[in-house]
Nanobody, 121 residues
Framework: VQLQASGGGSVRPGGSLRLSCAAS??????IAWFRQAPGKQREGVSC????????FYTDPVKGRFTISRDLAKKMVYLQMNNLKPEDTAVYFC?????????????????WGQGTQVTVSS
């Protein structure tokens, strides 16, 4: 079973998108968002704990992105505001230790197909 990210698209700088991660079957796992830009290594973005009670962000997205977890719907969301061209990447959700796992994308698990986010004028 894998996590499934969706909701990507193309927006102008300053715009917003909300990504979704279908997390059915992963109720006992912390969920993290990662991204990979063309020619760059995969990097951590944000994560939330099993109950959604704690959230963490990496510096590039702090203050602009908000992660949330809907336990009833078994979904994790990433609200992205004030998007910048440097946010352009394929975004993935995965299970990992939160927050320490944000520094080690290569050891995350249950990767699913990512969703493309393009920020361009």
């Amino acid at each position: 079973v894998q996590l499934q990210a969706s909701g990507g698209g193309s927006v102008r700088p300053g715009g917003s998108l909300r990504l979704s991660c279908a997390a059915s079957g992963f109720e006992d796992y912390a969920i993290a968002w990662f991204r990979q830009a063309p020619g760059k290594q995969r990097e951590g973005v944000s994560c939330t704990t099993t109950d959604g009670g704690r959230t963490f962000y990496t510096d590039p997205v702090k203050g602009r992105f908000t992660i949330s977890r809907d336990l009833a719907k078994k979904m994790v969301y990433l609200q992205m505001n004030n998007l910048k061209p440097e946010d352009t990447a394929v975004y993935f959700c995965a299970t990992h230790v939160c927050p320490a796992g944000l520094e080690y994308p290569h050891s995350a698990a249950s990767w699913g197909q990512g969703t493309q986010v393009t920020v361009s004028s």
